[in-house]
């Protein structure tokens, strides 16, 4: 008998987990929806606990409260460009020249998911026009450390310190010419009728950013190293 009280009581624990996730899982999604819709400052609570069918305490109870909520939303909306793609294309072993290629072609790729990508996109739009104490957070955890590596990185292959200034602004322009791409899309393609974002076609733009970015690279090294033997000589 108390074998049979010990399963019954497990899986009452286990079927009530399920229902908290699955509540949990649709508060995010409304979550995403409303605050694609209008950003985090004109967002309600109300309105996204009834689009999930849920009771405004659980928001609380789940998240602690509304930023805690939208803190969650932005950090998934940021992780779903591709970042373990990411992560996994810095972390491989091979010539510098062939890491920025995958960290490049797996960034471009993240842009290529339908309508989740217009959602998340305009989340992020959002937030950048009014930034909120998310923000810090979600950079400190998910940009960040990226764009660290990247400087280790780029900074190896001009021969300068990771924080060195010249180093920065070599990373910034590859980033830049990225975002041009995921901030500017819906403009770049009134510009470009051709721009259809497909895979095959973000994978071609991929490589032209890697080389025109290498090109770049390989001279500014070469320049530096002169300079450095010419001041040497001085």
Same mark, same amino acid.
């Not at 928001?59 to 909520?69: A, I, P, R, S, T």
């Not at 290629?101 to 998911?113: D, E, P, Q």
């Not at 010419?177 to 051709?194: D, E, H, N, S, T």
């Not at 895979?199 to 690279?217: G, K, T």
């Given at each position: 008998?108390?074998? &049979?009280?010990?399963?019954?009581?497990?899986?009452?624990?286990?079927?009530?987990?399920?229902?908290?996730?699955?509540?949990?899982?649709?508060?995010?999604?409304?979550?995403?929806?409303? $605050?694609?819709?209008?950003?985090?400052?004109?967002?309600?609570? &109300?309105?996204?606990?009834?689009?999930?069918?849920?009771?405004?305490?659980?928001?609380?109870?789940? $998240?602690?409260?509304?930023?805690?909520?939208?803190?969650?939303?932005?950090?998934?909306?940021?992780?779903?460009?591709?970042?373990?793609?990411?992560?996994?294309?810095?972390?491989?072993?091979?010539?510098?020249?062939?890491?920025? &290629?995958?960290?490049?072609?797996?960034? +471009?790729?993240?842009?290529?998911?339908?309508?989740?990508?217009?959602?998340? $996109? &305009?989340?992020?739009?959002?937030?950048?026009?009014?930034?909120?104490?998310?923000?810090?957070?979600?950079?400190?955890?998910?940009?960040?450390?990226?764009?660290?590596? +990247?400087?280790? #990185?780029?900074?190896?292959?001009?021969?300068?310190?990771?924080?060195?200034?010249?180093?920065?602004?070599?990373?910034?322009?590859?980033?830049?010419?990225?975002?041009?791409?995921?901030?500017?899309?819906? !403009?770049?393609?009134?510009?470009?009728?051709?721009?259809? +974002?497909?895979?095959?076609? #973000?994978?071609?733009?991929?490589?032209?950013?890697?080389? !025109?970015? #290498?090109?770049?690279?390989?001279?500014?090294?070469?320049?530096?190293?002169?300079?450095?033997?010419?001041?040497?000589?001085?």
């Amino acid at each position: 008998m108390a074998g &049979r009280g010990a399963a019954a009581a497990r899986n009452r624990s286990d079927a009530t987990d399920e229902s908290a996730r699955a509540t949990r899982a649709r508060l995010l999604e409304a979550a995403a929806e409303v $605050f694609a819709e209008v950003g985090y400052q004109q967002a309600k609570i &109300r309105d996204i606990c009834g689009r999930a069918g849920a009771n405004i305490a659980l928001v609380n109870y789940h $998240f602690g409260d509304k930023l805690g909520l939208y803190t969650e939303v932005l950090h998934h909306s940021i992780k779903a460009g591709h970042v373990d793609a990411i992560r996994s294309a810095l972390d491989q072993d091979g010539p510098s020249e062939d890491i920025l &290629r995958a960290l490049v072609k797996a960034r +471009m790729r993240g842009m290529c998911r339908g309508d989740q990508a217009d959602r998340q $996109f &305009r989340i992020v739009m959002h937030e950048l026009a009014q930034p909120t104490p998310a923000m810090d957070r979600v950079i400190n955890e998910v940009t960040r450390p990226i764009y660290n590596r +990247m400087l280790e #990185l780029i900074g190896g292959m001009v021969s300068l310190p990771a924080g060195d200034e010249k180093t920065r602004l070599c990373v910034h322009s590859v980033m830049g010419q990225i975002m041009l791409y995921a901030l500017a899309g819906p !403009f770049l393609k009134r510009l470009w009728p051709g721009l259809k +974002m497909t895979p095959e076609q #973000l994978d071609r733009i991929a490589d032209h950013i890697a080389d !025109f970015s #290498l090109a770049y690279l390989q001279a500014a090294r070469k320049d530096g190293i002169k300079g450095h033997g010419a001041a040497a000589r001085r």
